[in-house]
């Protein structure tokens, strides 16, 4: 009987979907909203998976606060991951910071500061490990804190980044989905959830948070990060040399949600966008920027 009245519901849904279409997306109240936050965003971001964790090598769903800010951590190959993605984006800070260096020196300007970084990051323990393993590779790579520690000079004006308060920040808002009665089951559950998604960003089927839910806590943070780094000033807020560069530390599917907003698609078709692997790095591009 259950499989029938969910089959029954899910006809329901691909009914509506069909009858709205992905047009019905930009008149959802929320949907539009994160857009507009995006499309509004002064700092440069970039989504960040954490790396492989030891629920990753079990393969078992892990979203429940109380076990997964507690356990599975990153394992021997998530932390190499994670240490491999921090040393690869402090290098693309480095060169940036060279070729503005370089450009400011032809040009008989001064040096340029270096580019401000801020870390957020959920406090899941897989996703906190991961940050930190990257905190720790931007501080020996020639990025310093902006409290006066760490970092070297690259030759060309001082360190290349400044990491804000020396540290990771840790948001509740980028923890992973709740995936409800599918804590501590297979990951091949996932498929199920995501079959429910693309027919309707609110189900909450086997009591998992809805793709909405995600994407407006989503949307609410990146507006509280840029209240918090810029205020009402508009310095900084270019993504060039010396501007905000924010990096989200986070899961699988709220970094997907996250990414309908900025690319401005129906965010039930968050499947549809490329992976994030993990400990992948993504720049969040508005569309049409």
């Not at 806590?217 to 509280?224: Q, Y």
């Not at 205020?231 to 989200?248: A, I």
């Not at 997907?256 to 907003?261: G, H, V």
Request: aromatic fraction near 4%; include cysteine; charge should be negative.
């Amino acid at each position: 009987m259950l499989t029938c009245l969910r089959a029954h519901s899910a006809l329901a849904r691909t009914a509506h979907r069909r009858c709205f279409g992905a047009s019905h997306a930009a008149t959802d109240e929320i949907v539009s909203e994160a857009w507009r936050t995006a499309s509004g965003a002064r700092c440069r971001y970039y989504a960040l998976r954490h790396g492989e964790s030891e629920a990753n090598v079990a393969g078992v769903i892990s979203s429940l606060p109380a076990v997964a800010t507690k356990q599975h951590g990153l394992s021997a190959e998530g932390r190499r991951q994670a240490e491999a993605s921090g040393d690869a984006f402090a290098a693309a800070l480095r060169r940036e910071h060279a070729a503005a260096a370089a450009a400011a020196s032809a040009a008989g300007a001064p040096p340029p500061p270096p580019r401000r970084v801020a870390i957020f990051a959920s406090d899941f323990r897989r996703t906190a490990e991961t940050a930190e393993a990257v905190l720790e590779a931007l501080l020996r790579n020639d990025c310093g804190d902006d409290r006066g520690g760490g970092g070297g000079g690259d030759g060309g004006g001082g360190a290349a980044a400044e990491v804000w308060r020396g540290g990771v920040q840790l948001r509740e808002a980028l923890r992973e989905r709740s995936f409800g009665e599918l804590h501590g089951a297979s990951v091949d559950r996932y498929g199920e959830v995501w079959a429910e998604d693309a027919l309707d960003a609110a189900h909450e089927v086997f009591g998992v948070e809805s793709v909405r839910s995600v994407l407006r806590r989503s949307a609410a943070l990146v507006a509280g990060i840029e209240h918090e780094l810029l205020g009402g000033s508009g310095d900084g807020g270019d993504g060039g040399e010396g501007g905000w560069t924010v990096l989200l530390v986070a899961h699988g599917d709220v970094l997907q949600i996250a990414q309908t907003a900025f690319a401005r698609v129906d965010p039930t078709r968050h499947r549809e966008l490329p992976h994030l692997e993990t400990a992948a790095v993504r720049e969040l591009i508005v569309a049409g920027s």
